[in-house]
């Protein structure tokens, strides 16, 4: 049995990393200082420690008092519009609280550090499907913060002996199937949560940006991945570790548009998805779908979740069970 450390474990992907960690039996210290998190998404009877990553102290205090296998790290600010409103705040942030918590882990011994990075790093590609070998140009200061952290860990690792896994998500959608955990942002971004939140009345009509791609349809199209699937990822790439630094796109490998997401939502819920069509939003390229193809050879990994129904079944579910999203939050241990 091992024992992780999960920062931004109260978060959407974060918490579902924490429920793989937990069913397959490995011990799990949670540290997040609920800026954007649940404390409702917390498993009963884990150790969590609400802090912030800027709190140099906190984190020495953690790793002094629990020894980690590996650290997975998850925390950070990740909304691409405000990112264009404080890119100083974003870069300075996601850059140096990653780095706080990386020196942290190499100071205790801990030589594992998997980091939530993003397809944002890639910024407005010239193909698809997406590989690893894709040149890296952000359009963002979120994308350029993951790619920033991304080439510090790839010092890091001649230098201090940290092997780090980058995992650049795509589309990360869906609940954990049993219920357990959700998606609950504030604001929510998300284009299937939106659709499923507009349909329950919670949301105003989903708002489609762009109608005009050179798409099948006419809408953005995007590789929806499910977040449990994201989750298994994670545990798969520590074995890869062992023989050094990796750098992984994570999707579906199958693009669906605006259109088709909508549809599936109207397939599962048995109702119409309110929506008004408008004009694109600037820098939104029409077709992002990702190739995952290195990280299946190299760990065998696969998406389980890999119809568009399936996903937007337990994103639906999930959000029917729980209208107010978790509601309430848990108090520090």
């Known amino acids: 049995m091992a024992r992780y450390l999960v920062s931004g474990g109260a978060g959407y992907v974060g918490s579902h990393v924490v429920l793989t960690l937990l069913d397959q039996g490995d011990e799990v210290v949670v540290l997040d200082d609920l800026s954007s998190g649940h404390g409702g998404s917390l498993q009963p009877g884990i150790p969590f420690v609400q802090a912030s990553l800027a709190d140099r102290k906190a984190l020495d205090e953690v790793f002094a008092a629990w020894k980690f296998d590996a650290v997975f790290h998850l925390a950070a600010l990740s909304l691409v519009g405000d990112s264009m409103k404080e890119p100083l705040r974003y870069c300075r942030e996601n850059l140096s609280n990653s780095i706080n918590l990386a020196e942290a882990a190499v100071k205790a011994g801990c030589l594992r550090y998997v980091l939530s990075s993003t397809a944002a790093v890639f910024g407005v590609p010239r193909e698809v499907p997406i590989t690893e070998e894709t040149p890296t140009l952000p359009v963002n200061p979120y994308g350029l913060s993951k790619l920033m952290m991304e080439q510090a860990l790839g010092w890091a690792e001649g230098a201090n002996g940290l092997r780090s896994a980058c995992l650049r998500y795509f589309n990360a959608a869906g609940a954990d199937p049993a219920g357990r955990c959700g998606e609950d942002h504030d604001p929510e971004t998300h284009l299937i949560p939106r659709a499923i939140l507009a349909t329950l009345g919670q949301l105003p ?129």
């Open 205 to 333: 009509p989903l708002h489609v940006f762009g109608t005009d791609y050179d798409t099948p349809d006419g809408t953005a199209v995007r590789d929806y991945v499910h977040v449990m699937d994201l989750a298994a990822a994670h545990v798969a790439v520590l074995p890869r570790l062992d023989q050094g630094s990796v750098r992984y796109n994570l999707g579906n490998g199958r693009g669906h548009s605006v259109r088709e997401v909508i549809a599936a939502v109207e397939r599962i819920s048995g109702q119409k998805v309110p929506y008004e069509n408008g004009p694109r939003r600037a820098g939104d390229p029409p077709v992002l779908v990702a190739s995952s193809a290195r990280m299946m050879a190299e760990t065998g990994w696969r998406p389980r979740f890999d119809d568009l129904d399936q996903i937007v079944e337990t994103a639906w579910n999930w959000h029917v069970a729980h209208p107010r999203g978790y509601g309430t939050q848990r108090s520090a241990a």
